[in-house]
């Protein structure tokens, strides 16, 4: 499952995480809720991000 998740701290940061996308599909789909929060400060690729989609697929699958 595709999911973003948005945390706002009481100090007023946010952070985005992308889950379940592949490869730079977590780039694409957070685009613009990263235009709405603002400045980025870090970007911290996980290990989704360096999956192809077939890869991807196929983990979901196995699940």
């Not at 599909?25 to 980025?40: N, P």
């Amino acid at each position: 499952m595709k999911t973003i998740e948005i945390t706002v701290s009481p100090d007023g940061s946010s952070r985005l995480e992308t889950k379940g996308f592949s490869g730079n599909e977590c780039r694409d789909a957070s685009r613009l809720l990263e235009q709405a929060i603002g400045a980025k400060q870090s970007d911290t690729p996980t290990a989704e991000m360096h999956q192809t989609a077939s890869q991807a697929n196929q983990q979901h699958h196995q699940q």
